[in-house]
């Protein structure tokens, strides 16, 4: 996590951490995220929190029995909004399948944001860049 942490903080993103306590549907689109240090705004929403599907639920995401319904790409039927890991799953759970959601995901807002089908792939001095050091 640490390692993933340095690798989102190097794109300069604007990271928070901290417990959320609501995801609801803004007034103008987007999103409003609740969170114990205040509410933050955005375009998409990922929701991880593993078996725990409550926020889905507020938010109004259709479930399937007691999961969160998804196709391939993790969106929900609240529009932009993706939940990912155990909240989709029957205990057939493994951390690298959760991880994999996650991309799924990212790519299906990174197609949405540019417009066409889009992949992202590392080349190998990318990945010596972030993991290099780890080998000292
Ligand atoms: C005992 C045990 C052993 C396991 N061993 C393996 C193994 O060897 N290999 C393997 O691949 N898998 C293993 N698993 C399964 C693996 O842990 C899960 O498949 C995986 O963690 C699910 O990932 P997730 O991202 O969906 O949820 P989680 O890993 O549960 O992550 C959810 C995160 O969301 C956070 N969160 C929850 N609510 C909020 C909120 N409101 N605001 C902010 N954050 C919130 C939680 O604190 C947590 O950090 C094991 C599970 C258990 C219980």
Same mark, same amino acid.
């Given at each position: 996590?640490?390692?993933?942490?340095?690798?989102?903080?190097?794109?300069?993103?604007?990271?928070?951490?901290?417990?959320?306590?609501?995801?609801?549907?803004? !007034?103008?689109?987007?999103?409003?995220?609740?969170?114990? !240090?205040?509410?933050?705004?955005? %375009?998409?929403?990922?929701?991880?929190?593993?078996?725990?599907? $409550?926020?889905?639920?507020?938010?109004?995401?259709?479930? $399937?029995?007691?999961? /969160? !319904? /998804?196709?391939?790409?993790?969106?929900?039927?609240?529009?932009?909004?993706?939940?990912?890991?155990?909240?989709?799953?029957?205990?057939?759970?493994?951390?690298?399948?959760?991880?994999?959601?996650?991309?799924?995901?990212?790519?299906?807002?990174?197609?949405?944001?540019?417009?066409?089908?889009?992949?992202?792939?590392?080349?190998?001095? %990318?990945?010596?860049?972030?993991?290099?050091?780890?080998?000292?």
């Amino acid at each position: 996590m640490k390692t993933a942490r340095e690798q989102v903080d190097s794109f300069g993103v604007e990271r928070h951490e901290a417990s959320v306590t609501d995801v609801a549907e803004g !007034d103008e689109g987007g999103f409003v995220v609740s969170t114990e !240090d205040g509410e933050h705004a955005a %375009d998409y929403v990922v929701l991880a929190t593993g078996a725990k599907r $409550d926020l889905a639920e507020s938010l109004g995401c259709a479930f $399937d029995g007691d999961l /969160v !319904d /998804v196709g391939v790409t993790m969106e929900t039927s609240v529009e932009n909004a993706y939940a990912t890991g155990a909240m989709v799953r029957a205990e057939e759970w493994q951390a690298v399948i959760s991880a994999g959601d996650g991309a799924a995901a990212a790519l299906n807002i990174l197609s949405k944001e540019k417009g066409e089908r889009y992949h992202d792939f590392d080349v190998p001095a %990318d990945a010596q860049a972030v993991f290099g050091g780890m080998n000292k």
